[in-house]
C-alpha cells in the first residue's frame, strides 16, 4: 500500500508518503518553532494561519520528492486528534479534498498511535508491548495486547512530562522549547540540588508538578537572594529525578504485564537521559529514530498504514477531535 499522511495537530505542517509499511518516500516537516519561540511557546491563532499559507506546498514538495504520481495513492491517514482544534482542521480539510479527488479512503489516526507507530519504521514492534509515551501533552502507559490495541494503565494527573520540561526551560529563561536545551546542559551538569521524587507510590500514574514547582522556588528564592543558579547542575538534578521515575514505573509495569518490548514513543523519547536509563532495563527497550520523535507526517503514515491493513476507515464527514481518547482508537473497536 502506499499512504499519504498529514500532521498539523500543533506548530507542525508535515507530510509523508510511505509504502509498505516501511519504505518512506517522503517527510516534509515545515516548522513554525521561529515563530513561536518569540511568544515563549505556541499561538494557536498564529498556527492554524501558518498552516493554512504552507499546507499545499509541503504537499507539492512530499509528492516530487517521492516522484509518484496522485494515482499511486491508495489511502490519506491524517491526524484526528487530539491537538489543537485550528490547526487539525487544516490538515483535516486537506485530507478530505484529497480523498475526494482521488477516490481512497480517508483514514482519521490517534496522534499519539502516531507517535507509537513511529517506532515501527526502522523496526518491527513485538506484541504484547508495553508503550511508553512521554510526550508535550501526554506522559501514559500503555499496553498494547496486540497490534492496535490500546489500553492506558497509567497517566499523569497534572502536567505532561514535556510539558514540565518547557515550563523549567521558561523560568530558567532557556529557548523555547526547552526539554532539548534542559537535557544538553544536564549533561554538562552534576546531580547536586536535592529535588523531591515525584509519586513515588509502586502505581503506574505519574506527577510532575511537585517536582516542576521546586524547581521554579528554587529559581525564585536564589533570584531574591540574589544568588546565582548552576544551570547545568539543576537541569542535571531535574533530568536524574524526572527520568528515574519515569523508568522504573516503565521498566516495573513491564514486568508485572510479562511483556516483550518497551516501545518509547513521544517528543521526549529524544531526551539523552531517558535513553540511557532505559539501556539497563532487562525487557528491551526500543526509540524512534532521533528524526521522528518531535511531530511528523511519517509516524502518522506508520499507524494509517497499519490501520488500512485492518480497514479502520473514516467516513468523508468525520471531524477532528481535540481531545480524542486512545482507547477508541483500537483495532476491532
Ligand atoms: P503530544 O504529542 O502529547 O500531543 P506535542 O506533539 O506537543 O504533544 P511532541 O512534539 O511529541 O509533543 O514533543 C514535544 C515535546 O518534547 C516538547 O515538550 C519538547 O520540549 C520535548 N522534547 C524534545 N526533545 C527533548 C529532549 N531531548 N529532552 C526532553 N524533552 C524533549
Ligand atoms: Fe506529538
Ligand atoms: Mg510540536
Redesign the pocket.
Known sequence: STILAIES????MSVAILRNEKELLANVVASQIDIHKQYGG?VPEIASRKHVECVSAVLREALRQANITPQDIDAIAVTKG??LVGSLHVGMQEAKTLALALNVPLIGVH??AG?IYANNLENTIHYPALAL??????TELVYMRDEFQFEVIGTTFDD????A??KV?RVLHLPY????V???MAHEGEVTYDLPRPLDDGSYNFSFSGLKSAVINLKHNADQRHEEIRGNDLAASF?EVAMDTISSKAIKAARDLGVKEIIVA???S?????REKMANSEIPAIFPPMKY???NAAMIAAAGSVMYRHKMFSSLDISVKPDFDLENESAGK
Open positions: 495537530s500543533c506548530d507542525e505556541v487530539p491537538g496522534h499519539i507517535h509515551v512521554v510526550s508535550g501533552g501526554h505532561a512530562i514535556g510539558e520540561y518547557d526551560g522549547p526547552g526539554g532539548p534542559l537535557d544538553k533530568q513521544g517528543g521526549v529524544a531526551n539523552k537521559g531517558l520523535c518531535t511531530d
